[in-house]
């Protein structure tokens, strides 16, 4: 059994000292997944880092235990935590990039954690190391061992850390986000094995993740942590049968899926506040839809409700209102607006794509000669008309990244390009000079890391401003600064926010910058490439109905990137599936959905994770 006991996690800041975990208890037996879910910067990832003593510099472990079977984690000398971390307690890091050595192959980074804790060494790690990256699904593993990080893809490198931390075949298992960069048929792949294994070794797993589909398929207890502290605790059922804290609650909500098109989802407004601060109150209490006066003067204590759930709201103190019967209020739960106008199949045209193919060369040797080259798009023909979404879905690899940066004229010195891509009538792909210029400005994109594609040197007014600079010159100093104030009202940000830098926002709000940008040039239509898969649900929320209110004011169309079929249901008017470079199936939203009838996109849809009906209900 893994036992954390009132466990808090402070860290050094500017602002002052940011309590980062407050007093946070869980017991987690062997063979049983526990899920820890909340927003960014509720403590998750900082929970895990502490149980691993894997803190930054300016953290530190101010109370609390953890022991393991019985032995006190936190008491043991470093040289002792070496073998304890990795060998009983794995974790699977959230980000791959950052945490696989670049310069060493990936098979000997395998290798090194299987003689770091187990009794095989040379030949015999080699093998087993093979082995595991076949497990978790990684193709052609014998060639793939001498790789370096730098050739494989993000889901890829998840994968490799993945097979790195389960191949010393820990008792206990932290998995920080493991399935994030993953495609659906993946996620399903190392899901399924991570169960396996749990059933044949009784490994403990605690997940942590923003995905409830997930929690919901996996899980056999959930904690719902926010600001630091957990504030509901139940079993996966009893949770997404019948949430008790309003912040659960709003997050069921906030699901996007097909019965809520049309409408607004119910996003929470705000933020997680500072943990700098000292509260008086429930930390919730500014963003929640059944506040009352006592909630900003009484602090919550965590309330066993019996059965192992616990809750920490007053609305469950005695005497107090049932949750059930609170009245709901504030802007989180908003009347829906109109459902968008659905566009007709007489309207022209705007962008009609025709046998796009995309080949990139494979270069050799030292002087990097071509020796053939590799197909990543392959013949494919799809059209979107003016004020219409059209989801792009796929697994990694298939060509949906490839095939919008094609479209916004992002490869044109990086691969050969044949077929057609009409926008507006003038083919995309032979336009130069001041037509190419029209075209940018025009067609723009959302990448998926909102922080890699901000430059980090520039003020967000700097950032917002480039595009402008470039694409409409026309426009005085005045008139950019009018213009970006009223985008960052438009994206529910506020005005102050031009004169910070990307680092000093959220996910969601970098997303929001991105979004911004994109639309500060006027664009008819705009790329979205996976713009909501790595925030939380309430932030996915925000972000999605932002781009269905764009859309309704101002009739821009989208090509949306994702994997996650919930967000195509919600918010696509059409769906296009991409295998192998190829399109296997395309029609309405409504009916390649419902009844698929390529064998690939029952596959795809088979492995999608769901909340059964009857448990969110």
């Not at 006592?294 to 005695?318: A, F, K, M, Q, W």
């Not at 970098?510 to 925030?535: F, W």
């Amino acid at each position: 059994m893994l036992q954390v006991h009132d466990l808090k996690v402070a860290l050094d800041a500017e602002a002052g000292l940011v309590k980062a975990i407050d007093g946070l208890r869980l017991t987690i037996a062997r063979g049983e997944t526990f899920a820890l879910v909340g927003e960014s910067g509720c403590g998750k990832s900082m929970t895990a880092l502490a149980l691993m003593r894997l803190l930054p510099d300016n953290g530190r472990v101010t109370q609390g235990s953890l022991h393991v079977e019985g032995e006190d984690v936190f008491a043991l000398p470093e040289s002792r935590m070496r073998s304890v971390r990795g060998g009983k307690i794995g974790m699977i890091f959230q980000e791959p990039s950052t945490s696989l050595n670049p310069v060493k192959r990936v098979g000997e980074q395998i290798v090194e954690a299987i003689e770091a804790h187990t009794e095989l060494r040379g030949a015999a790690a080699r093998a087993k190391a093979i082995e595991w990256l076949g497990k978790v699904g990684i193709p052609e593993p014998e060639r793939r061992i001498d790789e370096y990080p730098f050739r494989l893809s993000g889901g890829q490198k998840q994968r490799v850390m993945i097979a790195m931390t389960l191949a010393a075949e820990p008792d206990f298992l932290i998995a920080d986000e493991p399935t994030t960069a993953l495609d659906v048929t993946i996620q399903a792949q190392i899901l399924d094995l991570l169960k396996r294994l749990q059933s044949e070794q009784g490994m403990g797993l605690l997940l942590i993740t923003h995905d409830l589909a997930v929690v919901a398929g996996m899980a056999h207890r959930v904690a719902l942590m926010y600001a630091g502290q957990i504030i509901e605790e139940a079993t996966s059922d009893e949770f997404f049968r019948s949430p008790k804290h309003p912040y659960a609650k709003l997050l069921l909500r906030a699901l996007p899926d097909a019965d809520k098109r049309g409408g607004r989802l119910a996003a929470i407004p705000g933020t997680v506040p500072p943990l700098w601060q000292e509260f008086t109150g429930c930390r919730f209490a500014p963003r929640c839809d059944r506040v009352m006066p006592e909630c900003h003067t009484t602090i919550p204590e965590l309330i066993d409700l019996g059965s192992r759930r616990n809750v920490r709201c007053i609305l469950y103190c005695d005497g107090a209102m049932p949750i059930d019967a609170a009245p709901i209020q504030g802007e989180a739960l908003a009347a829906l607006p109109e459902k968008r106008t659905e566009t007709g199949l007489d309207q022209p045209l705007l962008l009609d794509v025709k046998q796009l193919a995309v080949r990139f060369p494979i270069r050799r040797g030292l002087l990097q000669r071509a020796h053939g080259h590799f197909n990543a798009v392959d013949g494919i023909s799809f059209a979107i008309r003016p004020g219409e979404t059209l989801a792009l879905v796929g697994e990694s690899g298939c060509g949906k990244t490839t095939t919008g940066k094609a479209i916004v004229q992002l490869l044109r010195h990086q691969a050969v390009i044949d077929g057609q891509a009409v926008f507006q009538g003038r083919d995309l792909f032979t336009l130069q000079g001041d037509a190419l210029r029209d075209a940018r400005r025009a067609v723009q994109i959302i990448f998926q890391d909102p922080f890699a594609s901000l430059n980090p040197r520039m003020r967000v007014f700097d950032v917002l401003e480039e595009g402008l600079l470039a694409l409409r010159p026309e426009l005085d100093l005045t008139a950019r600064r009018e213009l970006l104030e009223k985008l960052v009202d438009q994206v529910g940000l506020r005005r102050d926010a031009l004169q910070r830098y990307p680092h000093e926002f959220s996910g969601g709000q970098r997303q929001r910058i991105a979004i911004a940008r994109a639309l500060a040039v006027n664009p008819k239509l705009i790329v979205c490439d996976e713009p909501t898969s790595a925030l939380d649900v309430s932030v996915q929320a925000q972000i999605l109905n932002l781009l269905r209110e764009l859309q309704r004011e101002l009739g821009v169309s989208y090509l949306f990137i994702t994997h996650n079929i919930g967000v195509v249901e919600y918010i696509a008017d059409h769906v296009a599936v991409m295998q192998k470079g190829r399109i296997e199936e395309a029609g309405t939203t409504e009916s390649v959905l419902s009844s698929p009838q390529s064998s690939y996109t029952r596959t795809l849809l088979a492995a999608v994770p769901r909340i059964r009906a009857e448990l969110s209900a």
